[in-house]
């Protein structure tokens, strides 16, 4: 088992982790078998996706229309949503949304390199940064 720490650079971002799981998966030199990456926050979100050009951007503006924030209500006219969480209502739409995309994804590992598809990639999906994020990584 190893922790990945990943720092994001901006409020909402899609960042590209899959060569870092890499080197855990050579560090560990695994030939088959499944890793398990588990991101120990409710903030941001862990995915598979593909990464041309302006997709992450895509992705983010797909995820506000999804659960729109405070200000994007306001900006729209859209009627608030009366959001119950204590100490800060502002991110309830973070919240909502990492239990909606997960925090962990399993991958099936072959001859030491994770299968994926010809596009796809491991990517963490900041909601709340730029912050400080932890991930667990752990071998079946």
């Not at 994001?8 to 398990?36: H, P, S, W």
């Not at 900006?75 to 608030?80: K, N, P």
């Not at 940064?129 to 079946?140: A, D, M, V």
């Amino acid at each position: 088992m190893a922790e990945l720490v990943i720092k994001t650079t901006k409020e909402k971002e899609v960042v590209d982790i899959t060569d870092k799981i890499n080197d855990f998966l050579a560090k560990e030199k695994v030939d088959d078998g499944l890793v398990n990456i588990f991101l120990t926050h409710t903030t941001a979100a862990l995915a598979t996706a593909d990464l041309d050009p302006g997709t992450d951007l895509d992705m983010l503006d797909a995820f506000e229309e999804l659960i729109p924030s405070h200000q994007s209500q306001a900006r729209y006219g859209a009627g608030y949503i009366n959001y119950r969480h204590p100490h800060n209502p502002a991110h309830v739409p973070d919240h909502i949304l990492s239990s909606l995309i997960g925090t962990s994804l399993t991958i099936p590992i072959k001859d030491g390199e994770m299968i994926l598809g010809t596009w796809q990639r491991v990517v963490l999906i900041e909601l709340d940064g730029p912050r400080e994020r932890q991930i667990i990584c752990s071998l079946i």
